[in-house]
């Protein structure tokens, strides 16, 4: 079964500084996609960005980016210029390329100050 | 922009007790789902449902859990007993049938359930 692992139950970064979080998995599939969401105090969910196993090219959306190290099977996520509206819990997620289910880390909670 | 939605958004329950959570998934998807969040713990998945059957569950699906598709439009999920362990955040999530980049589940906002 696949596993995700997140190590850093918490974070934080100065306002317009850059954080990283963490990310592993295990899987013996060779295709795949990863996925960041967020999930604001709203508690609503939200898919920050996706990356594919096949693509070597890591996968950017404006000031979220991520490290994807396949052999390694890490998975990290930078965010650049961080606001106060990033903060958030943070899962990372993985899904089998013709799977269904999403399976989740546990989650690092990010805080932002200003 | 197309959501999912979710109602209610808190239901408070006796133990013992049938709950109903309603979804209403993005109208032209076609793959639906639930998750479940015990409070401060990961988010976990329950069960998927394609062309009105379940694809997949997971092992917290027992007997005690069902789903429906019950006119096109809801997804429910139903706990014909509940416990106290029950007590979560249960999210519902859609995807459309397409290839894979379109393989993104779009969540709702979660139904907060209590088990008093």
């Known amino acids: 079964a696949q596993t995700v692992t997140q190590s850093q139950p918490e974070m934080s970064v100065q306002e317009a500084e850059t954080v990283t979080l963490s990310c592993t998995y295990d899987?013996?599939?060779?295709?795949?996609?990863l996925f960041w969401y967020k999930q604001p105090p709203s508690r609503q969910m939200i898919l920050v960005i996706r990356q594919e196993a096949y693509k070597q090219q890591n996968a950017t959306e404006n000031r979220f980016s991520v490290n994807f190290q396949k052999a390694a099977k890490s998975f990290s996520l930078k965010i650049s210029d961080s606001q106060l509206g990033d903060a958030a819990m943070y899962f990372c997620?993985?899904?089998?390329?013709?799977?269904?289910?999403?399976?989740f880390g546990a989650g690092t909670i990010l805080r932002v100050k200003s | 922009e197309p959501e999912v939605t979710q109602t209610p958004s808190h239901q408070v329950t006796q133990m013992g007790q049938e709950v109903i959570l309603r979804c209403v998934p993005i109208s032209n998807h076609l793959y639906f789902y639930w998750y479940r969040q015990i409070l401060g713990q990961k988010v976990e998945f329950l069960v998927s449902?394609?062309?009105?059957?379940?694809?997949?569950k997971s092992e917290i699906f027992d007997d005690q859990f069902s789903v429906e598709r019950p006119d096109g439009s809801n997804f429910t999920l139903k706990i014909r007993s509940t416990k106290l362990e029950d007590s979560a955040m249960y999210f519902c999530a859609s995807r459309d049938k397409g290839l894979a980049e379109n393989n993104e589940q779009f969540f709702g906002p979660g139904t907060r359930l209590t088990v008093l």
């Open positions: 899987t013996s599939e060779s295709d795949y996609y």
């Open positions: 449902f394609y062309n009105n059957e379940i694809s997949e």
């Open positions: 997620a993985y899904r089998n390329l013709y799977g269904n289910k999403l399976v």
